[in-house]
């Protein structure tokens, strides 16, 4: 069954540094999301990216975000100084038809920063 | 934007009894509701799922039930099963879109 995987399962950084988080969406999709789970909370939308460009963010998405899909596989976001308060589990999802339709999520990344 | 309300917070049943998780949400253009679980350590997986134009929905032991009118829909899980223990997020679209706006989470413990 397709799936979509991400790497690394675990990322520890110190505060100030940049991450790269990466996302290998389901193959024939189109649509990709990044969202975020602070422990024991919900889960938060950032940011969606439909035709090599951020199609919606949210107010947690701001300059300090970016994403980007180098290949025609990958998908990665980039935290550039991380913060205290951006620990948190990160999931990457897909959909082959927008929002209104099953979204895949991958199994995460926890990030910690230190 | 939207807004959606999901309780209860934590939910503990016997296993064979049914347990029933309730959602709001705010823009009455919404179209689409979605049930996703998440077991510990995983990423959210969809179980069911609703579209405006039907009121119920069934997939086996799982039902979701939508009123329109008072903007609220809700997850049924009959026979219960240690299984079905995780945690259940109610969703529904942002206005454009885009993306999924998700309920806090309901925990649902099923003991033997």
Redo the contacts between chains.
């Keep these: 069954e397709p799936e979509?995987t991400q790497t690394p399962s675990h990322q520890v950084t110190q505060m100030g540094q940049e991450v790269i988080l990466r996302c290998v969406p389901i193959s024939n999709h189109l649509?990709f999301?990044w969202y975020r789970q602070i422990l024991g909370?919900?889960?938060?939308?950032l940011v969606?990216f439909?035709n090599n460009e951020i199609?919606?963010k949210?107010e947690i998405f701001d300059d300090q975000f970016s994403v980007e899909r180098p290949d025609g596989s990958n998908f990665t976001l980039k935290i550039r100084s991380t913060k205290l308060e951006d620990s948190a589990m990160y999931?990457c999802?897909s959909t082959n038809r927008?929002?209104?339709?099953?979204?895949?999520?991958?199994?995460?990344t926890r990030l910690t920063v230190v | 934007g939207e807004n959606v309300e999901q309780h209860p917070s934590t939910l503990s049943v016997q296993e064979g009894d049914s347990a029933v998780i309730k959602c709001t949400y705010s823009d009455s253009a919404s179209?689409?509701f979605?049930w996703?679980k998440q077991e510990l350590?995983?990423?959210?997986?969809?179980i069911i799922?609703i579209?405006s134009n039907v009121g119920e929905k069934k997939d086996q032991r799982i039902a979701v039930t939508l009123n329109k009118t008072a903007k609220h829909f809700s997850l049924h899980i009959t026979e219960t099963q240690p299984e079905d223990s995780a945690v259940y997020?109610c969703a529904a679209?942002?206005p454009?879109?885009?993306?999924?706006?998700?309920?806090?989470?309901t925990s649902l413990l099923v003991t033997p």
Aim: no cysteine; hydrophobic share 25%.
């Design positions: 979509v649509y999301y909370q919900k889960v938060e939308f969606s439909y199609s919606e949210s999931f999802a927008g929002v209104n339709t099953e979204a895949f999520f991958g199994q995460g | 179209n689409y979605p996703y350590g995983k990423g959210p997986q969809l799922d579209r997020f679209p942002y454009s879109g885009y993306a999924l706006n998700f309920g806090k989470g």
